[in-house]
């Protein structure tokens, strides 16, 4: 039996060692690949901004001695900006700047007919009892003078038509940026 032990022994002893070992060998893998790639490709960039804007010019009549005021406006469409200004003569303050000159040179009954000009300072003045000044005559020979040529006495329709004269050019040129902006399609109602 000792026999049969011994072997047993050897050949548990024979089939470990004949097992290749796995972990001193190295593994070699083979492969072999074609691949073909095709890309096509559309790039499309859109880049949207607001347009240019028109901006109103400022007009500046800040010194106190001129009788102007200032106007501006603009139009900005898609494609087109239109911007301009100016400025308007304030005919009533040129009128007391010229009298107020006036009678500080000693010169009354001017400075009272330079005012007479108002249909208002008119009014106000024959009301009062004092016409206006008519061709360096005042008081009642003035006030007949007036009543002998009534169409010679101001009326506010003149003072109208002088503020309306500049009204229009400001219209006109509100009216034509306007119909630019509907002829290029940048203003819609």
Known sequence: ???KRIFAV????LCINAVPSQANDP???????NSTVTTNGKTETTVKSP???AISPSINSSNSD???VGVSGAVQTQI????GGGTVRDLNCERLKLAKTVYDMGMKVAAVSIMCGDPRVFQAMWKAGTPCPYDGKIGAEAKALWEANPDQIPTVADQETKRNDT???IGYGILGS????????????
């Open 1 to 3: 039996m000792m026999i």
């Open 10 to 13: 050897l050949f548990v002893v």
């Open 27 to 33: 593994i070699v893998t083979e492969s072999t690949s």
């Open 51 to 53: 347009p240019a804007s």
């Open 66 to 68: 001129l009788c102007t």
């Open 80 to 83: 087109l900006g239109i911007s």
């Open 167 to 169: 009204a229009k050019g």
């Open 178 to 189: 306007i119909l630019i902006g509907i002829a290029t399609g940048g203003i819609a109602f």
